[in-house]
């Protein structure tokens, strides 16, 4: 089966019908060769333009002052989907924030390797939860659309429901599910390799490189070692010490204890994707004002720039 990729990721099956939607007037057509470099340009601009297509084969990249940035938005996540593996009394995570007092702004967060842990986490998530789980996030490429695409598509166009549902509910990788999550993100199972002989079955798992290590880490229980961080209102992640808090200190520091749970977790998920004052916009978001009118029919397409809260 052949496809059309439109410029902004739309996929649709090759036909007359959907080539006459186009209405091209230009018959202009170019044989592209993409290698590793195309292909990589392509994934970046895909995250911030529209037309991604556009700016790589026909060089029509924006001038620098122009580009396209992702602005803060309205956090709207996707309650129906909520992993079974997450109940109420999910590990709660303790953080003291030190709060610039005129601004209301925070300055930065003394935490333990529990709360970097779940930074760290954020890394290892796919691209494709971001979508499905915040919908209503106003990033300006063409990724969110390319999502809702394969959602839409027909299910004759994959090899399998499985193939479709792989890409439209992504999981983490085996080994990277923390046994003490906030998120809830399922993990993949771990193929493994049977070999049937006439009277018994000897079940055999694939090793991957990490066996060849000398020292076995145990996976599920975090990403660093136990010690006192201090996390950023930027999410700048350094070992604590009196030097780097003494330069962020001011006579109108004031101090506050917080607990982070699934819902600030998410929170803290989708500011660190649009914010640079993650920490201020999940802890500490400014009050609307009672006169202001809050949409609540946000498309994802809005450019309209808000707080994340």
Not at 275 to 282: D, F, G, H, I, R
Request: with cysteine; charged share 30%; hydrophobic share 35%.
């Amino acid at each position: 089966m052949r496809f059309m990729i439109y410029d902004e990721f739309q996929v649709k099956p090759v036909s007359t019908e959907n080539f006459l939607e186009l209405k091209i007037k230009d018959d202009r057509w170019r044989t592209e060769n993409i290698g590793k470099d195309k292909v990589l340009k392509l994934m970046v601009r895909s995250l911030v333009s529209q037309t991604p297509f556009s700016d790589i084969f026909m060089n029509n990249l924006p001038d620098s002052n122009t580009s396209s940035t992702i602005c803060p938005g309205k956090y709207k996540p996707r309650r129906a989907g909520q992993s079974q593996n997450v109940t109420d009394n999910a590990t709660r995570i303790s953080l003291k924030l030190f709060i610039d007092r005129p601004n209301e702004r925070v300055l930065y967060a003394e935490a333990g390797e529990d709360f970097v842990d779940l930074l760290c986490s954020f890394l290892t998530i796919p691209l494709g939860y971001f979508f499905k789980e915040f919908p209503h996030l106003p990033f300006k490429g063409s990724m969110g659309k390319l999502y809702k695409n394969i959602q839409d598509l027909d299910d004759n166009s994959f090899k399998s429901k499985e193939m479709k549902e792989t890409l439209v509910n992504p999981k983490l990788a085996p080994g990277l599910a923390q046994r003490n999550q906030l998120i809830g993100l399922e993990e993949a199972s771990n193929l493994s390799f049977k070999t049937l002989c006439s009277n018994f079955e000897i079940k055999r798992t694939e090793l991957g490189s990490s066996s060849n290590h000398q020292e076995e880490v145990e996976t599920g229980r975090g990403f660093v070692k136990p010690t006192k961080f201090m996390v950023e209102n930027n999410l700048s992640v350094t070992h604590f010490s009196l030097e780097s808090a003494r330069k962020l200190m001011n006579e109108n520091i004031k101090q506050d204890e917080v607990i982070v749970d699934r819902d600030k977790a998410l929170h803290l998920l989708a500011a660190s994707l649009v914010s640079k004052s993650a920490l201020t916009n999940v802890f500490k978001p400014k009050k609307q004002k009672p006169t202001q009118v809050i949409r609540e029919d946000v498309d994802e397409d809005d450019d309209e720039c808000c707080c994340c809260c």
